[in-house]
């Protein structure tokens, strides 16, 4: 469970227009109660805020409720928790709704949500950009969501039998793969044009995996194996390397990272891997620290 802070940002890079110009970049980032898109140009190092949409949302949950189509058309924003009125105090409840945000809007907007299950957590798209998944935590299921141009509707659901947290494509959109989070695994998903199946393959991870990364080369997944129920516990904890390639796929090694591994991510050339690290960054007496922008890099045995 993140405490705060900015969640996972996916960029997708845009065609510059005028001659020598650098190459200009988007970086979508969620907070506690709206969206942001930023516009950059990486050479110069300029940042402008080109749209801050204040629709509801929560920092309960991973930080992967978000993704971009590969056009760079739209966006999806998992909403997870809903915040009510419950006598004189308010308390948190699961809420059931993605929102979608049109990329090509000048400026860009909020154009809808679908419902999906309780509690949406990570999301992703697949690689031909029809196709969404959206982990339901609190449903224990996954959404299955069709994209067609700015038009994204439910076409199924897929029972789980527990709760999870993340779920993400193969660089081939034939696969996905979705972290069981209190089960302690990872599960495989077929995926058949719309149809995406479950064969109850799930494979042993670390404790309380949060997120799950695939290599470009589709040869091998990272789990971040968070520890302690997500929270930071002082102990160091691991990322799990499954072998895609294996018949059947299986775990095949754990790298030992730091306390209450969170945010994971694999470079574009697969040699690389990030873990960011709670480090305590999500009990009280850090939240004035600068703890909360620490991080840890691990390399991943990420083979080509």
């Not at 929560?58 to 809903?82: E, K, M, Q, R, W």
């Not at 809007?105 to 909020?110: E, I, L, R």
Request: charged share 25%.
């Amino acid at each position: 469970m993140r405490s705060g802070g900015r969640r996972r940002e996916k960029r997708q890079g845009t065609k510059s227009r005028g001659s020598g110009a650098a190459a200009v970049q988007r970086a979508l980032w969620g907070f506690g109660c709206g969206i942001g898109l930023e516009k950059f140009a990486p050479k110069r190092l300029s940042w402008r805020v080109c749209l801050a949409a204040w629709l509801k949302n929560s920092v309960v949950g991973p930080p992967v409720n978000l993704d971009i189509d590969p056009s760079g058309s739209i966006a999806l924003v998992a909403d997870s928790i809903n915040v009510i009125k419950d006598g004189e105090n308010l308390k948190q409840v699961p809420d059931d709704k993605v929102h979608i945000i049109d990329l090509k809007g000048n400026p860009p907007k909020v154009i809808g949500t679908v419902a999906v299950g309780k509690q949406p957590s990570g999301l992703s798209i697949n690689p031909a950009g029809t196709l969404a998944l959206v982990a339901n935590r609190e449903d224990k299921s996954i959404s299955v969501l069709s994209i067609k141009g700015t038009e994204v509707k439910l076409i199924d659901t897929i029972a789980m039998g527990d709760s999870v947290a993340h779920a993400i494509f193969t660089p081939d959109g034939k696969r996905a793969l979705a972290v069981k989070f209190p089960a302690h695994k990872v599960s495989l998903l077929e995926v058949a044009g719309d149809k995406v199946t479950y064969e109850k393959l799930d494979l042993p991870t670390g404790l309380w995996p949060f997120n799950v990364g695939v290599a470009p080369s589709g040869k091998i997944a990272l789990t971040a194996d968070s520890g302690n129920a997500a929270g930071s516990d002082g102990s160091v904890d691991t990322v799990s390397v499954v072998d895609l390639e294996a018949q059947p796929p299986r775990i095949v090694d754990r790298v030992v990272v730091g306390d209450g591994p969170e945010g994971l991510a694999i470079s574009p050339k697969g040699d690389v891997a990030v873990a960011v690290i709670l480090a305590g960054s999500n009990n009280k007496p850090a939240f004035s620290t600068t703890a909360m922008d620490r991080f840890r890099c691990c390399a991943s045995t990420a083979r080509k």
